[in-house]
């Protein structure tokens, strides 16, 4: 039996694939928060015997274990937190990340936030733009999280100066998951290295209807840039033009 660890699972090198068969289903469906809950989800998607195993959703023994994003990896993340700490990721993620550092217009679900502050989210159509509703998937550790920018830049600076703050991580981890960065092949623990106007930054972006965001990060002077747009477009020179009028020297 081949182990799959923790590490793997960070670095999208576990050899679970997503099957988009399935996950179409849910990321096009825009009924807001999901009904089938993570664990359920993951058992039938993942379990020999779950009403939607396939052999598919795991990589051939030719590719297993090399790099291949994984949505349901990260998922399964999530599961493995609330196996270990008795909390619904949800209620792990509030008590122990959002409300320590100040993220009070956070959540994993629609139904925790105040409907009149969440941004509806467009998409172009025969008509215009249009909002075709709010997404929400069983696999949501991937992705789904309602942040600001205020509340998004908290976390950063608290990553940031885990030498000095209070924060769930410590320097030494976070030192570890982005170390000084060296090689624009490399990634770490879910988060990858980009060159931008020829310096390395490590980057994470992500989409969805209606949505297209990115964060850069740069851990020797401690800076970031935040980028969430309620539209999908191509960011790519935004964040450049961006980085080179706040950055360059």
């Known amino acids: 039996m081949t182990v799959i660890t923790i590490r793997e699972l960070l670095n999208h090198r576990s050899g679970i694939k997503d099957d988009y068969k399935i996950y179409k289903t849910h990321w096009n469906e825009h009924k807001g928060d999901p009904k089938l ?20 959703h795991f990589e051939s023994d030719s590719s297993y274990k090399s790099f291949s994003y994984s949505n349901t990896g990260v998922a399964l993340l999530g599961l ?10 949800e ?19 629609l139904r925790n936030l105040d409907s009149t502050l969440v941004a509806k989210t467009y998409v172009k159509d025969s008509l215009g733009l249009a909002f075709k ?3 929400g998937y069983p696999d949501y550790p991937c992705g789904q999280l309602r942040t600001s920018i205020l509340d998004f830049s908290n976390l950063l600076v608290s990553y940031l100066n885990s030498e000095k703050n209070k924060f ?15 090689n624009s092949q490399q990634g770490y623990y879910t988060w990858f290295l ?7 930054y490590y980057t994470h972006g992500g989409g969805d209807t ?3 965001t990115i964060v850069i990060m740069e851990i020797v002077e401690k800076r970031a840039i935040i980028i969430f747009a309620n539209y999908e477009y191509n960011n790519t020179n935004l964040y450049k033009s961006i980085e080179m009028e706040m950055w360059s020297k």
């Open 37 to 56: 809950e993570l664990r359920p989800f993951l058992n039938d998607y993942l379990n020999v015997d779950g009403k939607l195993y396939t052999e598919e």
């Open 80 to 89: 493995i937190v609330e196996t270990v700490s008795g909390m619904k990721y």
């Open 91 to 109: 209620e792990f993620c509030q008590t122990k990340i959002f409300k320590p550092i100040g993220m009070s217009n956070t959540s994993w679900f």
């Open 133 to 135: 509703g709010h997404n």
């Open 168 to 182: 769930i991580l410590d320097k030494t981890t976070t030192s570890k998951i982005t170390p000084k960065p060296q």
């Open 194 to 200: 980009t060159a931008i106007n020829n310096h390395l």
């Open 210 to 212: 209606g949505v297209r």
